[in-house]
Nanobody, 115 residues
Framework: QVQLVESGGGLVQPGGSLRLSCAAS????????MSWYRQAPGKERDMVAT???????NYADSVKGRFTISRDNAKNTVYLQMSSLKPEDTAVYLC?????????WGQGTQVTVSS
């Protein structure tokens, strides 16, 4: 079955950086589009970044120029490099994949941006 395990979250000061990782299993990782979403308390879950099988990327306007999504197909892992972090980036960050029209989620990793 599809498993997505995020790691790398934590507490960081404004302007700081973090790199999130998502280890995937249970499907042919290299053949699927991978995405990062985030959900802040009381808010909807929003797409942050997406990477296609060919490496093309797409970002939410709020993170363009600050976040970079990448993938390592040999390690079945997708990354989210976050820099110039702002307090409004505070959220649970979740890895996601759609397989057979079903969207699967990891458990998420908390990112808190605060001084």
């Amino acid at each position: 079955q599809v498993q997505l395990v995020e790691s790398g979250g934590g507490l960081v000061q404004p302007g700081g950086s973090l790199r999130l990782s998502c280890a995937a299993s249970g499907f042919s990782f290299s053949a699927y589009v991978m995405s990062w979403y985030r959900q802040a308390p009381g808010k909807e879950r929003d797409m942050v970044a997406t990477i296609t099988t060919g490496g093309s990327t797409n970002y939410a306007d709020s993170v363009k120029g600050r976040f970079t999504i990448s993938r390592d197909n040999a390690k079945n892992t997708v990354y989210l490099q976050m820099s110039s972090l702002k307090p409004e980036d505070t959220a649970v960050y979740l890895c996601s994949v759609v397989k057979y029209s079903v969207r699967h989620w990891g458990q998420g990793t908390q990112v808190t941006v605060s001084s």
